[in-house]
């Protein structure tokens, strides 16, 4: 007869009363910080995703030293793995480069220029498809005012956690907590393949700039000369529409011979003749 075992003869890995298989496409899910202040909340943020089987974890200009602090330390508690593999890096653009979806948090309304958030159940949905084959980013902002427009901007997909009361809002852990596990959560199971593959965050960039440019060349003006109006429009039609690299392709095409076209038809600036040159003595 089978003798049963009490809770503490139990090694580690039993302990769970639920142990579902981790997912293989949590491998592709990046955690990015931007700007963290509190090396308590990294260590939090490690142990939260630890929990959930996620482990990528990238943080942008931290504003304390966190490498070695025992305070981090101590609140990843058995997460020190995720922890001490992070990444630590100085420009948000460092961390999404070679990322194919970003999904940008926030828990306040924000300008009508930027897409309309998503419940964060619905965003967990979208990741865990695309994360079967490609590179998903979700971007998490400073403990007292979240991200910055700029920074909500570079995401394809804002997401939002319902709340029944404004207040308390979550803290940046607990936030991490429930986003990692409606991910882990929208994971398990049959998760549909996506369509197609997206083009890397890098190629939306490029584009950008280089449209950016050439409505500049053509002498276009934005109301009240706001550029930014006009590179948030930009990024969000962008975004809302997945693309493939050879999309991009086609339209980097068509900004390259736009361009050459304006080289031609731009009458060159005249040359001053020797005797127009204001060195020269009369």
């Known amino acids: 007869m089978t003798q049963r075992r009490m809770a503490d003869q139990l090694p580690p890995d039993e302990l769970r009363a639920l142990r579902p298989q981790v997912p293989e496409n949590l491998k592709n899910v990046r955690t990015i910080l931007v700007e963290p202040k509190e090396p308590g909340n990294i260590g939090s943020v490690a ?25 981090a330390r101590k609140f990843a508690m058995n997460s020190l793995e995720v922890l001490n593999n992070a990444q630590e890096v100085d420009s948000l653009d460092e961390a999404i480069a070679d990322l194919h979806l970003l999904i940008g948090t926030t828990n306040r309304r924000r300008m009508r220029r930027l897409p309309q958030p998503i419940p964060a159940r619905e965003a967990a949905q979208l990741i865990a498809q695309v994360s079967q084959e ?15 427009n700029e920074d909500l901007a570079r995401c394809q997909v804002i997401a939002t956690i319902p709340q029944a009361k404004r207040n308390p ?11 990692a596990y409606e991910i882990f959560l929208a994971s ?10 997206r083009a890397e965050l890098r190629d939306y960039e490029a584009l950008t700039h280089r449209v950016l440019q050439l409505l500049r060349r053509v002498g276009f003006r934005p109301m009240n000369d706001d ?11 962008l975004g809302r529409v997945p693309l493939e690299r050879r999309d991009l392709e ?25 005797s127009a040159n204001p060195c020269e003595s009369g």
Not at 227 to 237: F, G, N, T
Request: with cysteine; hydrophobic share 40%; glycine share 6%.
């Open 47 to 71: 142990r939260a995703l630890n929990a959930m089987g996620l482990s990528d974890l990238w943080i942008v200009r931290p504003q304390t030293p966190w490498r070695n602090s025992s305070e």
């Open 169 to 179: 809002s979550l803290n940046l852990a607990q936030a991490v907590q429930v986003f």
């Open 188 to 197: 398990v199971g049959e998760v549909p393949r996506p369509p197609f593959h």
């Open 134 to 148: 490609q590179r998903v980013g979700i971007l998490y902002g400073r403990e007292d005012w979240g991200l910055s």
């Open 227 to 237: 550029w930014s109006s006009i590179d948030y429009a930009l990024r969000r039609v």
């Open 250 to 274: 086609v339209l980097m095409k068509i900004c390259h011979d736009v361009e050459e076209y304006i080289e031609r038809h731009t009458p060159a600036a005249p040359v001053a003749s020797e």
